[in-house]
């Protein structure tokens, strides 16, 4: 028999979403030419769950537990987002205090959200070490969220005009201590990966993404900073307290895999220098009262319950600022004197009527803040990027519109071209490097 | 150097029909036909990001200050202008300094569509715009005009209507999918395509 010519021919390959790698919520598929990819097409939508959707059946006060499902890993950022939109379609200022707290807030999450991506790209690469050492580094950090928060992952922090409470006491010592051990990791991570042959050979020069198409695919954050451009909306359009804070925004220079995971590293080091600066700058909270008829929060609260109304009239509550009660007299630094758009304490919601009636007509089913009808946008910087809310208001006590603009979205949109002409091998880890969190990506 | 806002303004004369918002919050709004030019124009005059598109169906934006079955909440306290049309697009627009990362201009444009004709893709200036208007068509049924074989991107294919409309209930049962042997999946009955019970709150 004769020898046939041997013919070339492509063939199409699907990866995800049950592929490890593609976390079960993306499909690519792929067109081979042998180990090559020459066409690359994401598939997405694994992970919807009708946020938008949701948030419109919802209050406005309602729709913050959703954006915790957002971006997983840095949730704080979400809920300061979507607080600050409505916050302007309001006209709401929060204090100074507040703000801080919200920075904090957000810088921490910033870490932890670097951690994870930097953490998972190595361990995808074959770096178990590290992904234990930054998972242990983002641990700590979570239980500073904890601490914060009441929560490690669905913090939902912030309020309409303001936040769900103070710093817990001891709570600085517990930042400093974490961000030692945050430190000590990212230098060992940094010694194990950063000149190591493996790990170089297979990030630089890899998914490189140019300036010129990162712009034009509308990719913001980490990814457009490795790619060259300095473009921050922390100094761009600078938000709550972020123009008094000294940072700097890193940028790498060829946008491949191995500049954003540098990006990622430096960032790491300066969400922690705002924090520091935040816990040194911060105003103090309201002074301690020098009124007399200070009751004790618990006693204040019990005796509301009870209906002794009468002395709890002009007193104030002694409380912890926390979340185990938080004192009227630390509000003030918190939270927006907006008595129609901000929760009253647990304290005056229980001692006296116009506290009790506040409370439900803000929580209560079919009550809530109405902002004024109309419509805007606010972007935060968030892990991946511009995150921004556009939200509608009829002036009714529902959201009429809520529109996410995911980073993600951008970065996936754009994964094709930094995939096509590399190798399957390379797919692993450009993937790992643009941080895809299908939670905000498919919301 | 004007804005571009201002530039389009008068270069657009009487398709601009009105204007509103200042420095980043600018937004002007168009008639739908002078969209893709204008889009066109403001990518020449330095828009270099397309920041989003998306849409808002006003179905339910009812004008008068006054309850409905579908809005029992609504307070007597404010007058809606009234809609034009249903759907509003928004396409959010930057003028980005690739330099220094500043951001020289934001800009949103928006339209009101006649139905759910669209105006036509904006692929062609901004790759971006591809999946974001599919996700346009997915959730709202906006039919962009150079695009009939548009597929959805959150939604699986075979899903039926587009969720983020007024008109989906939010508890909506879809057809449930059988194995593909090449017939028309068998269609549920109104009775089942109801919402459920449990997916709506009093």
């Not at chain 2, 404010?78 to 220094?100: C, H, I, N, T």
């Not at chain 2, 057809?175 to 593909?180: E, R």
């Amino acid at each position: 028999m004769n020898a046939t010519a041997t013919q070339r021919r492509t063939y199409l390959l699907n990866m995800g979403p049950s592929h490890p790698a593609m976390h079960g919520v993306i499909r690519l598929l792929l067109e081979l030419d042998g180990e090559r990819v020459v066409k690359a097409d994401a598939e997405i939508g694994y992970l919807h769950r009708a946020f938008e959707k949701q948030a419109e059946d919802d209050c406005w006060n309602n729709v913050i537990p959703y954006t915790d499902r957002l971006n997983y890993v840095s949730p704080l950022i979400n809920n300061v987002g979507y607080c600050l939109a409505v916050e302007k379609l309001c006209g709401i200022e929060t204090p100074e205090r507040c703000q801080y707290l919200r920075v904090i807030a957000s810088e921490i999450s910033r870490v932890t959200d670097h951690l994870t991506c930097v953490g998972a790209s190595a361990m995808e690469l074959g770096a178990f070490t590290v992904f234990l050492y930054l998972m242990q580094a983002r641990e700590v950090l979570y239980f500073c969220v904890d601490k914060l928060t009441g929560a490690r992952i669905t913090t939902s922090y912030t309020r309409i005009g303001g936040v769900k409470a103070d710093l817990p006491e001891g709570f600085e010592t517990m930042v400093h201590d974490a961000f030692r051990k945050v430190r000590e990791a990212v230098r060992e991570s940094d010694a194990l990966l950063t000149r190591n042959r493996i790990f170089m050979d297979r990030m630089r020069g890899i998914g490189v993404l140019p300036r010129a198409t990162a712009l034009a695919y509308g990719v913001t954050g980490p990814l457009l900073r490795a790619a060259g451009v300095p473009y921050d909306l922390r100094r761009a359009q600078p938000y709550l307290v972020y123009d008094k804070l000294d940072f700097e925004v890193p940028v790498g220079s060829q946008g491949d895999n191995f500049d954003r995971y540098l990006v990622r590293l430096a960032e790491i080091e300066q969400g922690m220098r705002i924090v520091e600066q935040c816990l040194r700058d911060m105003p103090a909270g309201p002074v301690r009262s020098s009124d007399p008829r200070l009751l004790d929060a618990a006693e204040m609260a019990d005796a509301g319950k009870r209906g002794e109304t009468g002395r709890l009239s002009g007193s104030d509550a002694d409380g912890d600022p926390t979340l185990e009660g938080t004192g009227e007299r630390f509000k003030a630094g918190i939270s927006a004197p907006a008595p129609d758009a901000v929760l009253p304490t647990k304290e005056r919601a229980y001692g006296s009527i116009e506290g009790l009636m506040n409370h439900f007509e803000l929580v209560m089913w079919g009550r809530g803040v109405t902002p004024p009808p109309g419509e805007t946008y606010f972007a935060v910087e968030a892990g991946n990027g511009e995150l921004g809310f556009h939200v509608v208001s009829d002036g009714s006590r529902r959201p009429y519109r809520v529109r996410v603009r995911p980073p993600c979205f951008f970065n996936m949109a754009a994964l094709h071209t930094m995939l096509e002409g590399g190798t399957v091998a390379d797919i692993i880890a450009t993937f790992g490097s643009i941080n895809m969190i299908a939670g905000e990506l498919d919301r | 150097m004007s804005s571009v806002r201002e530039t389009l303004r008068a270069e657009l004369g009487a398709a601009v029909l009105s204007a509103r918002g200042e420095g980043l919050d600018s937004v002007l709004v168009l008639d739908a036909g002078a969209v893709p030019g204008a889009l066109a124009r403001a990518q020449a005059l330095g828009c270099n990001v397309l920041v989003d598109i998306t849409c808002v169906d006003h179905l339910r934006w009812v004008p008068a200050g006054r309850g409905t079955p579908s809005h029992p909440d609504r307070m007597p306290r404010w007058e809606l202008p009234k809609p034009p049309s249903r759907f509003k697009l928004v396409y959010r627009l930057m003028a980005l300094d690739a330099g220094q990362g500043a951001v020289r201009e934001r800009l949103a444009l928006e339209c009101w569509l006649e139905g759910d004709a669209g105006p036509a893709s904006a692929r062609s200036l901004w790759p971006n715009a591809d999946w974001l208007e599919r996700e346009v068509w997915d959730m709202f049924g906006v039919r962009f005009s150079d695009r009939p074989d548009i597929k959805r991107i959150l939604m699986y294919e075979e899903f039926v209507g587009h969720p983020l409309r007024k008109d989906y209930p939010i508890g909506k049962r879809q057809p449930l999918l059988g194995v593909d042997d090449g017939a028309a999946p068998a269609a549920l009955s109104d009775e089942e395509l109801r919402p459920s019970p449990g997916g709506k709150r009093p």
